[in-house]
């Protein structure tokens, strides 16, 4: 199962798979074809690499290739090795292109209720989600974990996904998190 989420302004998607949620795919190669499909490699991490064994969702990030108009639909079909699969993104009506480079974002994704939160820090120190609460109408809070005061963080400086769930919020408007 595939499913997507527009990040950053349009600049971005999020691909969510299901797997080992310490061993996310990265994407190697991203084309736009003729036809208007995003196709999208995606490659596991090395094969040393030690992984907990879960399923769950997992989201890579896709940076998107010139062409991309993130207000029409996006066929997009992914591959890779252990990898098949395809979804359909709704072109997005809510885009926020104002959003700068290296600014935290989030987008819908087709199932209602369920985002994914892009931010920037430490990739060996990610957040973790504690809850998501519908607040208003039209917002929803995020809370995240606090970390260990002792804990070890690389100081690399780089993109971050979280997939979170607010149930009973339909995914077709503007909403403040």
Known sequence: EVDAAWLDGGRSIAIITQGSTSCVPEAS????????TLAVTLVDP????????DLAPRASLV?????????????????GA??????????ATNIDAA?????PS?????????????SYGSGSCVPVLE?????????????????????VCTMDYVPRLVIADAPGVEANGTTQL
């Not at 190669?29 to 208007?36: M, S, W």
């Not at 090395?46 to 064994?53: E, I």
């Not at 987008?107 to 939160?117: A, H, L, Q, R, S």
């Open 29 to 36: 190669d991203v084309k736009l074809e003729a036809d208007g």
């Open 46 to 53: 090395p094969a040393d690499t030690a992984c907990t064994r």
């Open 63 to 79: 940076v998107l290739p010139e062409g991309v108009d993130p207000t029409k639909d996006l066929e997009i079909a992914v591959t």
């Open 82 to 91: 252990g990898f098949y699969g395809d979804t359909d993104l709704d072109g």
């Open 99 to 103: 959003i700068a480079e290296g600014a």
């Open 106 to 118: 989030a987008g819908w994704t087709d199932k209602d209720g369920v985002f994914v939160i892009l």
């Open 131 to 151: 809850n998501a609460e519908v607040t208003a109408d039209s917002a929803i809070t995020v809370t995240f974990v606090t970390p260990a005061a002792d804990q």
